[in-house]
């Protein structure tokens, strides 16, 4: 799995996504959870001209095929340009560096249930910020998907 990402995410082998959505989609037919829409993990706009698409959004749009649940692909905004969280040295700093990081700028997620998708997690530090912006735009539940969890 290590491998398949370090390929998805940094050389460029976006035809990856469907295998790996696919097995998020098994996961989510064993461990049902509830949704209405799909958002991904954002990158920093600097980050997306520099990698030229984001993992995350192509895990979501190929889920999205399989769950049938709509992505909103831009429900959230990564506002600050973080280091990369791989590169901080515990929890504590991996909070610090995403604080605040993300927003959501539109009301359509009012009340639903999101699915917030992204291809790793470690400490939880993105999601727990990406959930906090969406809950300040009362999102009804974030429910969390990755493909892997990595320990520290």
């Known amino acids: 799995m290590r491998q398949a990402i370090h390929q998805l995410k940094y050389k460029n082998l976006k035809a990856l996504s469907p295998h790996l959505a696919g097995l998020l989609a098994e996961y989510l037919d064993a461990n ?3 949704g209405d829409i799909i958002i991904p993990v954002p990158l920093h706009p ?6 030229g698409y ?4 192509l895990l979501a749009q190929e889920l999205s095929k ?4 709509p992505v909103l692909g831009k429900g959230l905004v990564r506002s ?3 280091p ?3 590169k901080a ?3 504590e700093e991996r909070r610090e560096n995403v604080t605040g990081a993300f927003t959501c700028q539109v009301s359509t997620v009012k009340g639903k249930a999101v699915i917030l998708i992204d291809d790793v997690c470690t400490s939880g530090a993105t999601m727990e910020a990406c959930a906090a912006a969406l809950k300040n735009h009362d999102v009804a539940s974030v429910w969390g998907l990755t493909l892997a969890r990595e320990t520290q």
């Open 32 to 34: 049902p959870m509830p």
């Open 46 to 51: 600097a980050k997306l001209r520099e990698r």
């Open 54 to 57: 984001n993992q995350s959004e």
């Open 66 to 69: 399989i769950v049938k649940l």
């Open 80 to 82: 600050k340009n973080t």
């Open 84 to 86: 990369p969280q791989v």
């Open 89 to 91: 040295k515990n929890v």
